[in-house]
């Protein structure tokens, strides 16, 4: 596999220089098909440039499903159908938060409103879900929430993965919400009821921003 270019907007981090060639190396090693595709692989960081992101939503890693990760946390590719279940209980709960949920799973239009959709790993080796969660992708995780802190924004945790990257963020006046998982293992233990889009809108507001528009993809 060898990777698509390195996000402009993000080169100035150490992680392009320092851990990517030895990442790139051992991908090319893969013996499963690598997902998402190469030239997918950077997109939610290509789609939200550090000026520009306003939320920032943490996710594991990309769907092992073929035809599934487009490299958007949570998001899937076009039309596909059934929707993976950790994404359907996402949709559940903006149902019940916001009185509505997009039509697709893909969520790509979220991107230019400044929600960056980002993974701690980037890639996932086809039908082993979290078999590149040690190949180093979370240095780069890691330097994105230190440079995300340099004003305020909105951080959404889901889980104890997650989670476990909040002492990156640092600086005041972050809105930083936590809950379970939108997994089916543990969306009953604190995700369903935690209305983070409400949250996160209200908290945007009260700043003077413009809230998100969660729901409806602008038409082409």
């Not at 060898?2 to 190396?25: C, N, S």
């Not at 790993?121 to 240095?139: E, F, I, K, M, Y």
């Not at 997994?183 to 604190?190: F, H, T």
Request: aromatic residues 8%; hydrophobic residues 40%.
């Amino acid at each position: 596999m060898t990777l698509g270019e390195t996000p402009p907007a993000w080169r100035h981090l150490r992680f392009f220089q320092r851990d990517l060639p030895e990442i790139a190396a051992r991908l090319s090693q893969e013996d499963a098909p690598v997902l998402p595709p190469a030239e997918q692989v950077f997109a939610a960081l290509d789609a939200c440039p550090p000026d520009r992101v306003r939320v920032v939503i943490l996710g594991q890693d990309p769907y092992p499903t073929q035809g599934h990760a487009h490299g958007f946390a949570f998001s899937v590719a076009p039309g596909t159908r059934p929707l993976p279940r950790s994404l359907t209980n996402i949709f559940r709960e903006m149902t019940e938060d916001l009185g509505a949920c997009p039509p697709d799973g893909d969520l790509r239009f979220w991107a230019p409103q400044g929600v960056l959709l980002l993974n701690t790993a980037l890639t996932v080796p086809a039908g082993r879900a979290g078999g590149h969660a040690r190949l180093g992708w979370s240095r780069l995780t890691e330097e994105v929430l230190a440079t995300l802190s340099d004003r305020p924004r909105a951080f959404l945790l889901w889980g104890n993965h997650a989670q476990g990257f909040a002492r990156h963020i640092t600086g005041a006046d972050h809105l930083v919400l936590r809950s379970a998982h939108p997994s089916p293992l543990s969306a009953r233990r604190g995700f369903f009821g935690s209305r983070p889009f409400s949250r996160i809108n209200d908290w945007l507001k009260a700043r003077g921003d413009t809230p998100i528009n969660w729901t409806v993809p602008p038409h082409d």
